[in-house]
């Protein structure tokens, strides 16, 4: 068996640290697992029995090309997640879907490219700490932290991102992150594996993050029951198990609250938490048979 670990040509020798020990804990499998570079027209697709989309962090900007290559690959081979799932967690739009189902979600406006009069400084968190960021986005790039003064420098960047025909989604800045962190709940098949506590990334004043993705500090955490149970609610939202999901919370000041539901590309964390890079090979394995 041979599977591809699908993955963007900026990350240095192709796979970051977990990628290395998923390679190894499937190889000790017999599934001999390697890196390819999403949009390298030479990757031959259909010779994978499984395609597994693992650092592809480089399509925020061109999430048609994307869509277009998955929807491609799983034509000829099996693509985890799923094409569909693809779609719908590379755009946060689908955050306003989770709210609507009663879901706590951080509290969040969309607002839409195309429209010569879209006022960017009209939306409902102008006059208190806010973030700006496009609605299609990873890694922190283009996400933008605004003071309650900052109404110049936050309707600069939403008229930039709406300019270049991005989407933008709007949040009130949850500031307990800045003591309590964020909280990444790992789920292996569809059920809850690990959780790792996330530093807050946006620094106040800070500007826009260079590079590929902004650097993390994490460390292993055991979740809250109240992020247990709404991490198992969003997991029984998806309509059939994942291969592997990531459900990141930030605290609200009621509870936890949605921030981000990440099928496509997240990193698992597995070299924090002990047996999650083998829970995760075997379930891979799982759908090779
Ligand atoms: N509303 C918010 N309140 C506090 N911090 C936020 C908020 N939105 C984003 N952040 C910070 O920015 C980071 C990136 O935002 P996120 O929504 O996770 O987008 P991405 O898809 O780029 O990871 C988060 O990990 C968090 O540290
Ligand atoms: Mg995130």
Request: proline share 8%; glycine share 8%; net charge negative.
């Amino acid at each position: 068996m041979r599977i591809a670990l699908a993955t963007c040509r900026e990350v240095p020798g192709l796979l970051d640290d977990e990628g290395r020990l998923l390679e190894d804990r499937l190889r000790a499998r017999g599934v001999e697992a390697e890196p390819a570079v999403w949009d390298d027209a030479d990757v031959a697709w259909s010779a994978f029995d499984l395609v597994l989309v693992r650092s592809t962090w480089d399509y925020p900007t061109r999430h048609r090309e994307f869509l277009a290559w998955a929807d491609a690959v799983e034509r000829v081979s099996a693509l985890h997640n799923p094409a569909s799932v693809l779609a719908w967690t590379t755009d946060k739009h689908y955050l306003l879907e989770l709210a609507g189902t009663g879901l706590p979600v951080v509290p969040s406006a969309v607002l839409e490219p195309g429209s010569d009069d879209t006022d960017p400084a009209a939306h409902p968190y102008v006059g208190v700490e806010h973030v700006v960021k496009p609605c299609v986005s990873a890694g922190s790039k283009d996400t933008l932290r605004c003071g309650p003064g900052e109404s110049g420098r936050s309707a600069a960047h939403v008229r930039a991102l709406l300019d270049a025909g991005r989407p933008v989604l709007v949040q009130p800045y949850l500031a307990a992150v800045d003591e309590v962190g964020e909280t990444a709940v790992v789920a292996i098949d569809g059920a809850p594996s690990h959780a790792v506590r996330k530093g807050a990334l946006l620094a106040s004043g800070g500007g826009l993050v260079e590079g590929l993705f902004a650097p993390e500090d994490i460390s292993a955490r055991e979740p809250s029951p109240a992020e247990t149970a709404v991490a198992a609610h969003v997991l029984e939202h998806l309509a059939t198990p994942m291969l592997y999901a990531r459900i990141d919370l930030l605290p609200g000041p009621e509870g936890p609250q949605v921030l981000e539901v990440e099928l496509a590309e997240p990193s698992l964390f597995l070299e924090h938490a002990p047996g999650a890079a083998d829970r995760l090979a075997d379930a891979v394995v799982r759908r090779l048979r």
